[in-house]
């Protein structure tokens, strides 16, 4: 019988690597932080992340949801 190694998510203190939330200068928990298929956008009043899996906004300043996990990030675009 076969294992399946299930890869653990990022951490929601995992390093940013979205170039425009470093230009923010926010520090968002989320996992859309760090997932590549993450789009941010914004201003300094209002940000907010598309997600183009999902092909919705997944996180606003209004509406801040903060997912912790998503099979997103594992998928090859």
């Given amino acids: 019988m ?10 929601p203190d995992q390093e940013l690597t979205s170039l425009t939330l470093l230009a923010l200068n926010k520090t968002i928990h989320t996992v859309y932080a760090s997932c590549p298929n993450s789009m941010w956008f914004g201003s300094a009043k209002k940000q907010k992340c598309f997600c183009r899996i999902m ?3 997944t ?3 209004e509406e801040p949801n903060a ?7 594992f998928l090859d675009n």
């Fill in 2 to 11: 076969n294992e399946t190694t299930i890869n653990e998510p990022p951490s």
């Fill in 55 to 57: 092909h919705a906004v």
């Fill in 59 to 61: 996180w606003s300043a």
């Fill in 67 to 73: 997912i912790t996990h998503c099979d997103g990030q």
